[in-house]
């Protein structure tokens, strides 16, 4: 039996400046994903905050959500079975230098903080991504 699962995916401001959108979402088409919605944004610093909570203690977190904050994003709800974990194995290793040949992040990331894609690592966190980005 499958079923079809959703994830929240965002090409982060670096990729989307160097005109990379399209590329990496062939990318998610070519390994079965659906872009079910999708919507080009900037967000404000204090939405980044509010998205990235989770990281609040890290010493990164005021970089990272100036950085989310920084430029255009595209966000995106990508379907497919078992999208959480396969968007995770598409993207790559946080850090590109460690990310595996052929994922995104080791194509087009930048470095650990410039690294083009966000992806859900979970389902609870994949839901409240979704509605933080699409609640109507
Ligand atoms: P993930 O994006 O692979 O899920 P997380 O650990 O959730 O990685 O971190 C969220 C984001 O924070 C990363 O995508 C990256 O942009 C940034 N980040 C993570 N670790 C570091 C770090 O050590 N220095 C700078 N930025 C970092
Ligand atoms: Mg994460």
New binding site residues.
Partial sequence: MSSTEQTLSIIKPDAVERNLSEKIKEEFKKNGFNIFKEKKIKLEKNEAEKFYQV?QSKP?YND?CSYLSSGPIIVMILERENAILENRELMGA?DPTKAKEGTIRKKYGIS??K?SV?GS?SPDNAKIEIDFFFKD
């Fill in positions: 990281h990164f990272l946080t650990i903080d690294n966000h690592d």
